[in-house]
């Protein structure tokens, strides 16, 4: 059974950084299954942050945080981790670790979205405010 567990969220105040870790577990060896970080302020829509492919190791993150956050995947393929520096107010949401199928037509874990997960974590909060 694929289960997800995160860790590393917190209070930070504007600027500050944060890493979150997704450990993975459940998938055989050398599966073609994405590892993704989506987040969901109160009242918006579940957003997607980071993907990784894990087969190969290969990692989108969305253009809402890119050159701020860090998506990397460890060298046993089993956590994904996600570097968030610069914090602003509204990055202030639920973050989750999900995983699903890869889709080689929306670039393998690029253009994921919620509804294609098959398995979530529980979910960790970042607050970012003064």
């Known amino acids: 059974q694929v289960q997800l567990v995160e860790s590393g969220g917190g209070s930070v105040q504007p600027g500050g950084s944060l890493r979150l870790s997704c450990v993975v577990s459940g998938y055989p060896e050398y599966s073609t299954h994405c590892v993704s970080w989506f987040r969901q302020a109160p009242g918006k829509e579940r957003e997607l942050v980071a993907s990784v492919y894990a087969r190969s190791g290969t990692v989108f993150v969305a253009d809402s945080v890119k050159g701020r956050f860090i998506a990397s995947q460890d060298n046993g393929k089993n956590t994904l981790f996600l570097q968030m520096n610069s914090l602003k107010f509204e990055d202030t949401a639920m973050y989750s670790c999900?995983?699903?199928?890869?889709?080689?037509?929306?670039?393998?874990?690029?253009?994921?979205?919620?509804?294609?997960?098959?398995?979530w974590g529980r979910g960790t909060q970042v607050t970012v405010s003064s």
């Open positions: 999900a995983s699903g199928p890869s889709d080689r037509s929306r670039g393998y874990c690029a253009r994921l979205e919620a509804g294609d997960m098959r398995y």
